[in-house]
């Protein structure tokens, strides 16, 4: 599942149980993540969708992870990626393995939206 694509659909699914809400899609749609995050956090926390918020920030957080990333080589000229963590000055490659935990974990945020969606 698309990061992007789920984004929106985080945004659709606040939008449907929020009738009384300044925000519209176009305003969010434009916003970063974590502005989106903090404004639509609340309603998914009071449907009891502590989940979908936790993964959200997480996903948020890793794909930030990918985006800053740079690129280094191996010992033995092979290309990797790396990012750097800002808060902790963490640094640590971004491998096969992050990469397909976090398309994975993609897929299971799209799951929680469309559950709560059913509600």
């Known amino acids: 599942m698309n990061p992007t694509y789920n984004v929106q659909f985080?945004?659709?699914n606040f939008l449907s149980n929020e009738s009384n809400t300044e925000e519209n899609g176009w305003t969010l749609m434009g916003s970063e993540a974590g502005s989106i995050?903090?404004?639509?956090?609340e309603t998914f926390v009071r449907k009891n969708h502590q989940d979908i918020v936790d993964?959200?920030?997480?996903?948020?957080?890793?794909?930030?992870?990918?985006?800053h990333s740079f690129q280094f080589a191996h010992?033995?000229?092979?290309?990797?990626?790396?990012?750097?963590?800002?808060k902790t000055h963490e640094q640590f490659e971004i491998d096969e393995t992050?990469?397909?935990?976090?398309?994975?974990?993609?897929?299971?945020?799209?799951?929680?939206?469309?559950?709560?969606?059913?509600?």
């Open 10 to 12: 985080l945004i659709e």
């Open 37 to 41: 995050f903090g404004k639509t956090k």
């Open 55 to 67: 993964l959200f920030n997480d996903l948020k957080n890793r794909r930030n992870r990918i985006i």
């Open 75 to 86: 010992k033995d000229s092979s290309q990797g990626i790396a990012t750097l963590v800002r």
């Open 98 to 119: 992050f990469l397909l935990t976090f398309i994975k974990d993609n897929e299971k945020f799209s799951d929680l939206l469309h559950e709560f969606r059913g509600h």
